[in-house]
């Protein structure tokens, strides 16, 4: 993976950058934080401002000629203050540090902007998530890779009490990176078994317990929702379950799942071919969990933090389970297969009942690419959320305002649990018609746990850039988004 080496020092000690780059509010006629430089250089600087008026995005470079203590000045505007959001710094980080790439410089310095615009340890969170995540690329299978990213250096005012903020930011952004890194990959190159590894790896470097249930074994104890779905692939499923037991032994873990899809063909009831490679991403939600994961256990969180990853190919071979299908799920109910590209409810189910019945957890948290209805409902910047529980819900959307992965709940009332009650066995795995898809499809989740605090996150239309229809961000370049990892880590810190 590429280098990215953080420095922070403070103003004094800007000794030499070759790109000293500060933030300025739209229309702003001061530069906060640049060191005293002699007349004619202040004046083009001064110029420069006047000329850029500090427009939200735009970015104006200033060759500084002498031995001064930077070679250029960059000059980001970040928009109106009036108009400043959660992810201005985080975005125009991200802007920077793609600049900075381009220009092959080896290291660039980021002044943190004025507490007015966002207090100091927030800043340093965003500026390090925002470059650190703009700076990632897929190019493992390029033979031809893009210059190696260039170290950052934040220039702060006082250095005191950051060094955490530092540590925390770092850690959460090499998680989403993780994160994109694994759902990128195709799925040739990523099977159940691929992702079994991965967590071993992770769970080994950071002494977290690891258990891999496997095919027979899954069979013996009753998961028949991973078992059917998984028996038309070679590559077998696996159940991933990983722990993170750094809180006190009565403290109840959180439970996190995800659905990993390493690839969806809609198994039978196959897919159309147009755009049937994106299904490579149908792993997102088990991506997103490792990368928490990882986070969790190399920040050491004092917490109880539980992963669990059911994992498929969903493929259409001679074995494959079929509409019509009637199978038996890991709680006990029986389930009506009436389409068999609803796959994803079936092994969640599974994971989720595991999860609640293994561990009585204090709440549970899953993330799955479960329904195209959900792009239809909410498009590509915002995941659906589905909940049990008000408290929890709260907690989510407050970190989803910190972390701008914006999220919105749908209702889940008896009327739509109805909707999925099969005439010949307890539930089926659709709803009526194309009614309500992805409420009808978290219903199918609910009917699995008894009532531990739950919240689905359908993340269909953001855990990867889906064309136009994706606001682009720098610090989301083409491909998986890592949706959810901020989010959850957000979450577990405040916990
Ligand atoms: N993985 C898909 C959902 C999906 C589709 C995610 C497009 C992202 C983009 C899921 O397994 C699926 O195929 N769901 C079906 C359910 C239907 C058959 C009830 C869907 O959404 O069409
Ligand atoms: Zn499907
Ligand atoms: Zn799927």
């Known amino acids: 993976m590429h280098v990215f080496k953080m420095r922070i020092k403070t103003q004094g000690s800007i000794k030499k950058t070759q790109l000293l780059c500060a933030f300025v509010l739209e229309d702003s006629n001061k530069i906060t934080g640049l060191p005293k430089f002699d007349t004619k250089t202040s004046s083009s600087i001064n110029q420069s401002l006047k000329d850029m008026r500090g427009k939200l995005g735009k970015l104006t470079i200033i060759p500084i000629s002498g031995k001064k203590q930077a070679q250029r000045i960059l000059l980001a505007g970040i928009g109106k203050k009036e108009n400043l959001t959660n992810d201005t710094i985080r975005f125009v980080s991200g802007k920077i540090a793609q600049k900075a790439r381009e220009l092959q410089l080896k290291e660039f310095s980021i002044i943190i902007p004025p507490t007015f615009v966002s207090d100091s340890i927030s800043s340093i969170s965003q500026i390090i998530e925002g470059s650190k995540m703009s700076l990632y690329k897929f190019e493992k299978f390029k033979t031809e890779k893009t210059n190696k990213s260039p170290d950052l250096t934040i220039i702060v005012s006082k250095s005191d009490k950051i060094s955490k903020a530092v540590k925390v930011a770092e850690a959460v952004a090499e998680g989403a990176i993780f994160t994109k890194s694994i759902a990128n990959l195709p799925p040739n190159e990523c099977t159940p078994t691929t992702l079994a590894n991965f967590a071993k790896d992770i769970s080994k470097k950071n002494k977290m317990k690891c258990t891999i249930i496997s095919q027979p074994e899954l069979k013996k104890k009753g998961f028949g929702g991973i078992t059917a779905v998984g028996k038309g692939s070679k590559n077998e499923p696996k159940l991933i379950v990983m722990e993170h037991n750094h809180g006190s032994k009565t403290q109840k873990p959180i439970v996190l799942v995800g659905k990993a899809v390493t690839f969806d063909t809609g198994g039978i009831s196959l897919k159309p071919g147009q755009g049937m490679d994106e299904m490579k991403f149908d792993k997102c939600g088990g991506c997103t969990v490792l990368g928490i994961m990882k986070s969790v256990s190399e920040l050491k969180l004092p917490i109880n933090v539980v992963g669990i990853i059911p994992s498929v190919e969903n493929m259409p071979g001679g074995e494959a389970y079929r509409p019509g299908d009637i199978i038996k799920m ?111 499809a978290a219903a199918f989740l609910k009917s699995a746990i008894k009532d531990t605090p739950w919240v689905h996150v359908d993340i269909a239309g953001v855990a990867w850039t889906q064309g136009a229809a994706t606001k682009e961000k720098p610090y989301n370049p083409k491909g998986a988004t890592g949706f959810g990892v901020r989010l959850i880590l957000d979450y577990l810190q405040k916990l």
């Open 330 to 440: 890991y709680n006990g109910k029986t389930a009506e297969i009436l389409n068999t590209d609803a796959e994803g409810r079936l092994i969640l189910a599974d994971a989720l009942a595991y999860g609640e019945k293994q561990y009585t957890p204090k709440a549970i948290i899953d993330f799955a690419t479960l329904t195209g209805a959900c792009i239809i409902a909410l498009g590509n910047n915002v995941a659906a959320i589905v909940s049990n529980n008000e408290q929890l819900t709260k907690k989510i959307t407050n970190s989803s305002k910190t972390t701008t992965e914006e999220i919105w709940e749908l209702p889940l009332t008896q009327d739509y649990m109805d909707m999925i009650k099969s005439d010949v066995a307890d539930i089926k795995n659709v709803g009526i018609g194309r009614a309500a898809g992805t409420i009808t």
